[in-house]
């Protein structure tokens, strides 16, 4: 369903009418048009706290990218941001440069102590105001969980409350701010993670905070096709966001099985088709559905490289009024059966070597919501799982969830007026997000150089006002 309000405040009456009568004015969001686009261009500001250890990585990342890249200079505690290297040209901050800034990169991971803090000031207080429509804001941090002492912990969790709270004053440009904790000595891991968050692909993506591990090293992939060679699975793939994850997969490189149920295999095999891609009917609820999803894979594939659960279902109604069948389908298809085929696969072997799992979560499962304790409780317990489940990877696999918060699909058309109106607006951005944008953050975490980011629940909301 289209955002009728999001195109009459972007004609020039329109404007003037919400600026005048203070009404959202949420700026159109720019996604990927084409996947050999430049991960980020124009003019991007780098800087580093003293003792930054991510520094050099963010300036090689840049280096090579199509953007202006320039180091902070000018102020002490701003020194090592020269470590960038000598593809970026110092700029002092205080020089009053006329640049309009498509991003602002700043390594953190080096503050000790809360006295430390003053470099995000230096850094952000003259750069701010000068960035741009859609820009991008990516702070890294080390995650206070591997923090020996408390004022250094303290440092880095305070980036936490920081970078949302620069996500919530730059929404109203179309912008977005996002956090990455990295374990120490886990640089080699940043790149994938500071692409995606720098690029198009994450323009709903906001106030979100990642935690990137130690890994085996980063392959070097294919930027335009990083899934050459990989077969994914989607369930739910026949409409809405898995169809667009389906789609966005094949694009990068992978070959897609799409699953969806016998009613919907009309829908499906159109995706499928169009992406080359195989179609299998299935209920994933069916207690023979993991043997049946499993032969299926090995005796097409040999095995999956990737697997997302996407297909879900709600059956809302308040807890006093909720028939048992709406609990227990509702758990059975968002929860369940997830863990049912993730054990088939793995007890036979069939997810490969550097395999990545993901799964739907929602905001709902985070802030929970009226008439939804069934779906709330299910997508609730996917965060456990995921969390739980990628302790036990050791490297062999990642898994990884997405929470989406309002996107527009036939889900959320169908939602009553004024509650569609409030879930498209209450958030950073003003709108709702495109099928894509959840579709771009499970690409970002199938990629093979992603293999670091594991056990994360990345929120695609554009930073909702809902839950945490
Ligand atoms: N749309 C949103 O705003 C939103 C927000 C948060 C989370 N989500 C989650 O994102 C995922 C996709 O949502 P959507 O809006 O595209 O939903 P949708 O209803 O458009 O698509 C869901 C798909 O899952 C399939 N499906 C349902 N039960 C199945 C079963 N038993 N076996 C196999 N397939 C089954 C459906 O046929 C459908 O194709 C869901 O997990 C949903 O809970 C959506």
């Known amino acids: ?94 020089s009053g440069s006329e640049a309009r800034f498509s991003a602002l990169v700043f390594d953190a991971t080096g503050l000790k102590s809360p006295d430390d803090l003053r470099a995000l000031y230096d850094f952000f207080h003259p750069s701010i105001k000068k960035l741009g429509a859609n820009a991008r804001v990516v702070i890294v941090g080390q995650d206070p969980a591997t923090c020996r002492k408390a004022p250094q912990a303290a440092a880095q969790q305070a980036l936490e409350g920081f970078t949302r709270s620069i996500g919530k004053e730059i929404g109203k440009k179309g912008a977005t701010a ?9 640089e080699s891991q940043l790149e994938s993670s500071i692409r995606f968050f720098l690029s198009a692909r994450s323009a709903y993506v906001s106030g979100q905070v990642v935690r990137i591990g130690k890994s085996e090293d980063a392959p ?129 072997g069939l997810l490969k070597e550097g395999g990545r799992i993901v799964c739907i979560s929602s905001i709902s499962g985070i802030a929970g919501n009226f008439g939804q304790t069934n779906y709330s409780a299910a997508k609730s317990g996917v965060i456990g799982y995921v969390e739980a489940m990628a302790k036990q990877a050791k490297n062999n696999f990642t898994i990884n969830a997405v929470a989406p918060g309002f996107i527009e699909t036939q889900m959320t058309a169908a939602m009553p007026m004024t509650l569609r109106e409030a879930g498209r607006r209450m958030n950073s951005l003003s709108q709702g997000g495109q099928p894509v944008d959840v579709a ?15 056990g994360n629940v990345v929120r695609v909301c554009g930073q909702s006002l809902l839950g945490k």
């Open 178 to 186: 996002n956090l990455l904790w990295m374990a120490p000595n886990a």
């Open 1 to 94: 369903m289209s955002d009728i309000y999001l195109k009459l405040v972007n004609t020039p009456v329109g404007k003037t009418a919400a600026q005048s009568l203070g009404l959202p004015s949420p700026v159109p969001l720019k996604r990927l048009k084409r996947a050999d686009q430049p991960f980020i261009e124009g003019d991007v500001l780098v800087g580093a706290g003293n003792g930054g250890k991510a520094i050099s990585t963010i300036g090689r990342v840049l280096g090579a990218s199509a953007a202006t890249v320039h180091h902070a200079s000018g102020k002490e505690s701003l020194e090592d941001s020269s470590k960038a290297g000598n593809k970026a040209q110092a700029l002092d901050l205080a």
């Open 220 to 348: 070097s992939t294919n930027p335009v096709a990083p899934l050459t060679g990989k077969v994914a699975l989607v369930t739910g793939a026949s409409r809405g966001i898995g169809a667009s994850i389906a789609e966005t997969l094949a694009r990068d490189g992978a070959t897609v099985i799409g699953l969806d149920i016998e009613p919907a295999m009309e829908d499906l095999e159109k995706v499928t088709n169009a992406i080359k891609g195989k179609a299998l009917s299935c209920d994933i609820t069916a207690a023979d559905a993991p043997g049946k999803i499993a032969d299926f894979a090995e005796k097409h594939f040999g095995g999956l490289d990737i697997v997302i659960h996407n297909a879900g279902i709600t059956r809302d109604k308040t807890l006093g009024n909720m028939p048992e069948h709406f609990w227990d389908m509702t758990i059975a298809v968002n929860l369940t059966a997830e863990e049912h085929m993730n054990d088939e696969l793995m007890d036979r």
């Open 440 to 454: 771009e953050t499970i690409a970002w975490y199938c990629s093979p150089a992603s293999g670091g980011v594991n």
